[in-house]
Antibody, heavy 116, light 111 residues
């Protein structure tokens, strides 16, 4: 059974940092692109970042470029999102997603709240 | 990146067909065939993929859902509308900048 389990969310002050993790199981993790998408309360989803199967191709949404870093460890079947210089507008549920296309699969998400 | 433009709401009676448009630019929707549609029936529910690559249905998705594209506008059509189709629908497209962008979302109401 495919599983994506996000962790690492929480409450952080503006300017702070968090590192999200997404542990994958039930499929060959190293074969797939992985993405992060977030959804703020009452808003639609927003794509955040993606990383290819071996970690050599990475892209970011303009709003997080320079502040967020995506990475993966295929030996641990885990993808990460390092979030620095957090702002109130980064408050959202963050979802880890496999493939984002034909083999699309979403985790249940982890809540990130940026507040003083 | 700007969001793709969708109508705020679309409604129809049971059994009718409705269409939701998703308008972008030559840098996203008009640039490639990587347009997908997601359904989110309830707030907080994980979005469900309904259409990928403009007009392909994932396994398990009803054939009442279909997709198409013309120029910079993609469309999702729901035929034989049912009460269970109510919810929010979002398009998404790959872009020439190698990013993805979502639509603004459309609330579907079954009258």
């Amino acid at each position: 059974e495919v599983q994506l389990v996000e962790s690492g969310g929480g409450v952080v002050q503006p300017g702070g940092s968090l590192r999200l993790s997404c542990a994958a199981s039930g499929f060959t993790f190293g074969n797939f692109w992985m993405h992060w998408v977030r959804q703020a309360p009452g808003k639609g989803p927003m794509w955040v970042s993606r990383i290819n199967s071996d970690g050599t191709t990475i892209t970011y949404a303009d709003s997080v470029k320079g502040r967020f870093t995506i990475s993966r460890d295929n030996a641990k079947n885990t993808v990460y999102l390092q979030m620095n210089s957090l702002r109130a507008e980064d408050t959202a549920v963050y979802y880890c997603i496999r493939d984002f296309r034909i083999y699309d699969y979403w985790g249940q998400g982890t809540q990130v709240t940026v507040s003083s | 990146q700007s969001t793709l433009t969708q109508p705020v709401s679309v409604s129809g009676s049971p059994g009718q067909s409705i269409s939701i448009s998703c308008t972008g630019t030559s840098s996203d929707v008009g640039n490639n065939n990587f347009v997908s549609w997601y359904q989110q029936r309830f707030p907080g529910e994980v979005p469900k993929l309904m259409i990928y690559d403009v007009d392909n249905r994932p396994s398990g998705v009803s054939n009442r859902f279909s997709g198409s594209k013309s120029g910079n506008t993609a469309s999702l059509t729901i035929s034989g509308l049912q009460a269970e189709d109510e919810g929010d629908y979002y398009c998404t497209s790959f872009t020439s900048s190698r990013t993805h962008v979502f639509g603004s979302g459309t609330k579907v109401t079954v009258l």
